[in-house]
């Protein structure tokens, strides 16, 4: 098993690798220059140039490119070219922040989700069945962003009783636990929405497979029954969950913008309208790496949960 | 069921008394840069950056009086109690220095600082030369060539040419503490606790989050001894962030609200602040080109774009109409005799006298837009109704919009390489001082690359009068020469002039005190906020 885990973390060398090369692209291949954005509209073409010189825009691409590799191998980020603060100490921050979100938010949508599937699968076709199914509907076809602007409307512009905007204030944990509430349900609704989903179907499959009738024929109670069904369906659930938590974490940008979080979505969204390019590569390449290892652990906990599905 | 709903309703309301409790005496302004400005001395973030870290926690030698609404704001003394120029070399300023005043960190102010400073800003070998507030502030110190000190509280600036324009410069130099600096040794450290001699002293800047002020106990001017304990300042580029915020009670205090929220924010008892100030929204025509090289065509479309529908029906009063650089009542407006007031049977004329004609010869030119932007107003609405009022009158305008930062870097670039086939830019503008109304659009020795001259605008009268301007040392006379200036400039109407925006802010109930004044600045010691 240690052989793969050498194997897969090798191969994710070359994953890194081509996100990066790609972001770099982009940002040069989009029009605009990080320097406009930092530069006053008054600056002189020399006072233009010479910034550009000294941040390196001068160069080639691909020197400019490998330049930033030999540092990032090195461990070395860079500095955001808007607040000249290193990238690491920002991208950390900024992943810690949305860390939280997501693992709040994947608690209360993993939770749910697992919970109304199955429930929905053991009652097909009764009304808990189709009230389960509207909302895993919901959950997928309204953008949480737009929901994320109804959440504010209710709860902190007419009611007033939670924050609209930001991460933590003064006041400890108890204010950054009511700045989490809303963004984390305006986050768990999609994968609420695709667990709920998955999870039915998964479970009836199995409902419908022989053995499950092997055990009601032996007179398993449903309780038992429930048992080996969630069992089975396992691994199944188990890529969803990673691959959701994964999408929580770098695709929450809009659900971090509509409430001002600043975490990794955020700030790549910034970064992404000054043309920062150390910060955008930053963040991109610590996500890629997030990703890679989510993958990883995921497909390690498959051969946990079921020993059948060997990786060498 | 019911249980749980009890429990969660009793959590939530213990949730929002726990909120309730805030901070009394406490500022919370919403602001609309994405990141805490640069705090280590001279800003970036432009003119906010300036308005609300900047001139808090630093000082300049002269600057802006901002305590009344009614006249633009003038210059007045800051760290200097006096400047005049030498009569027999105007390049030599001599500036007599303000005594008994105090940085934050207690260390005195003097004429030693004011040359660390100007060396932080311009002496690259120096240890403390500060690269990137240095990049900020240089293209407003234009004509500054050395400072030297004469004496602990007199300082000498001299000058590449002889210029009045001195003051509008030497306004943007914030004073920082050399003290301070040697403790730190690192602009970045230094931007983290910082030390100027402003009414505001820093005391927590958590990046891209917020950015915490105290009032200066030994600030030296009692007038301006702030009233308020503490001003934290919340990045919030989103206006609908901004605006929740501010009705959820998170800020009591936001900048340039969305307009269509302005009705009912009046109706909840809100405060929505405007005045004019040195802000225009234009159209920057291509002056070597057909259809904007006819000076008729330009009249036309001047008169043809309904101003006051935009103002008012767009953009809830948050504008006022604009018809020329400057706004009636500032001392450069003058009397031009082109009043473009929307007439489009005149636009129409004018159009046919050009030689134009709807069916025969449309008048096709593209401009070029931003989608939205710092200053930039609501571009895409706005510049629909103005496409829609000159299509009336026959100018079919094509808008090609493009995204702020990609707009900034192809119009410092004038109308070549990809703008080839362009002919105007709708970019706003300030028109603080002489130079920025006037010199950098407007030279004949301003033209791309050089400066902004992107048109390019050459009219041997204008730099005479410009020149003329900058030789004149009486504020009176030279504001007269200024005006004379403007009033050719809106006959020659190389710009279709369209608005001014108001500076709309949005202020809760509690807060009082606030003189908005006609400047991007404002003055924030005269604020109070109450339960």
């Known amino acids: ?312 | 069921m019911r249980r749980f709903i009890t429990v969660a309703t009793c959590l939530v309301s213990l949730v929002a008394l726990a909120s309730a409790a805030a901070a009394q005496g406490t500022l919370r302004v919403g602001m609309t840069a994405s990141d805490i400005p640069y705090s280590g001395g001279q800003p970036d973030n432009g003119f906010e950056g300036f308005r609300f870290v900047g001139y808090q926690l630093y000082e300049p030698l002269i600057a802006w009086d901002l305590t009344r609404s009614d006249r633009p704001a003038p210059l007045v003394p800051g760290l200097a109690e006096s400047w005049d120029v030498r009569k027999d070399q105007p390049t030599k300023w001599t500036f007599k220095l303000r005594r008994n005043v105090k940085f934050h960190d207690g260390s005195p102010f003097n004429a030693d600082a004011v040359v660390f400073t100007w060396e932080s800003i311009k002496k690259q070998d120096a240890p403390h030369f500060d690269t990137y507030g240095s990049a900020q502030v240089t293209p407003r110190l234009a004509s500054l060539k050395a400072i030297r000190k004469l004496d602990d509280y007199t300082v000498e600036i001299e000058t590449n040419n002889p210029t009045s324009f001195v003051p509008y410069q030497v306004c943007y130099m914030l004073i920082v503490s050399p003290t301070q600096w040697q403790k730190v040794r690192d602009w970045r450290k230094f931007a983290e606790q910082p030390s100027g001699t402003g009414p505001f002293r820093l005391t927590k800047l958590v990046p891209r989050e917020r950015l915490e002020l105290e009032a200066f106990k030994d600030y030296w001017d009692p007038k301006r001894r702030a009233k308020v304990d503490k001003i934290v300042f919340l990045p919030m580029p989103e206006p609908t962030t901004r605006l929740a915020a501010l009705r959820s009670g998170q800020v009591d205090w936001i900048e340039v609200p969305p307009p269509d929220a302005i009705p009912q924010l009046k109706g909840a008892g809100f405060q929505i602040v405007t005045n004019t100030y040195p802000h225009n929204w234009t159209h920057t025509l291509r002056l070597d080109k057909e259809p904007w090289n006819n000076k008729l065509v330009r009249k036309a479309a001047n008169y043809a774009v309904d101003r006051v529908g935009i103002c008012k029906s767009l953009l809830n009063d948050t504008c006022t109409p604009a018809t020329g650089v400057t706004y009636k009542g500032h001392p450069w407006f003058g009397r031009p005799k082109e009043t473009y007031e929307y007439n489009p049977a005149k636009a129409k004329d004018l159009l046919r006298q050009a030689g134009f004609d709807a069916s025969k010869k449309p008048v096709k030119p593209v401009h070029l837009i931003s989608t939205s932007g710092s200053g930039q107003m609501l571009p895409l609405a706005m510049n629909e109704l103005v496409q829609k009022n000159l299509r009336e009158v026959g100018i079919d305008i094509d808008l090609q919009p493009v995204e702020w930062n990609a707009l900034t870097q192809r119009f410092r670039l004038g109308f070549k390489g990809e703008n080839e086939g362009m002919n105007a830019w709708n970019i706003s503008f300030n028109f603080q001082e002489p130079w920025s109304a006037f010199g950098r659009f407007f030279y004949s020795k301003s033209v791309v690359p050089v400066s902004l001259n992107t048109m390019p605008y050459i009219n041997p009268e204008v730099d005479k009068l410009l020149d003329e301007a900058a030789q004149t040392f009486d504020i009176g006379r030279q504001n007269e020469i200024l005006a004379k200036l403007h009033e050719i400039i809106v006959d020659d109407a190389p710009w279709i002039f369209i608005v001014h925006d108001l500076n709309p802010r949005v202020l809760s109930p509690k807060v009082k005190g606030f003189v908005p004044p006609q400047s991007w600045f404002v003055d924030l010691t005269s604020v109070s906020v109450g339960k």
């Open chain 1, 1 to 312: 098993m240690w052989a793969y885990v050498g194997r897969r973390l090798l191969l994710a060398i070359p994953t890194l690798l081509g996100a990066s090369i790609i972001v770099f692209a982009m940002v040069h291949l989009a029009p605009g220059d990080p320097l406009s954005a930092v530069m006053p509209i008054d600056a002189s073409k020399a006072d233009i140039e010479a910034a550009r010189h000294r941040y390196g825009f001068d160069r080639p691409l691909p020197v400019q490119y490998l330049h930033w590799l030999g540092r990032v191998v090195q461990g070395d980020l860079g500095k955001s070219i808007s607040t000249r603060r290193p990238v690491l100490q920002d991208v950390t921050a900024a992943l810690k922040n949305s860390l939280v979100l997501a693992v709040s938010a994947s608690l209360l949508s993993f939770g749910l989700g697992i919970a109304l599937g199955l429930l929905a699968a053991f009652w097909q076709g009764r009304v808990l069945d189709k009230l389960m199914s509207a909302v895993a509907i919901v959950g997928v076809s309204v953008p949480h962003y737009w929901a994320g602007i109804i959440l504010i409307i209710f709860f902190s512009v007419q009611l007033n009783w939670l924050p609209a905007m930001g991460a933590s204030a003064e006041g400890g944990a108890v204010e950054y636990l009511r700045h989490m509430v809303l963004p984390t349900i305006a986050l768990a609704l999609i994968p609420l929405g695709v667990l709920t989903r998955v999870v039915r179907s998964a479970a009836l499959d199995i409902l419908a497979q022989e053995f499950v009738l092997a055990l009601r024929a032996k007179g398993l109670r449903r309780a038992r029954v429930f048992a080996h069904v969630v069992k089975n369906a396992a691994p199944q659930i188990l890529t969803v969950l990673g691959l959701q938590f994964g999408f929580q974490l770098g695709g929450s940008v809009l659900v971090e913008t509509v409430f001002s979080w600043p975490g990794t979505g955020y700030l790549m969204n910034l970064a992404i309208f000054q043309r920062d390019l150390p910060v955008l590569q930053g963040v991109i390449l610590v996500l890629a790496t997030f990703f890679v290892l989510l993958n990883l652990a995921v497909d390690l906990a498959q051969t946990l949960v079921d020993p059948r599905i060997a990786r060498h």
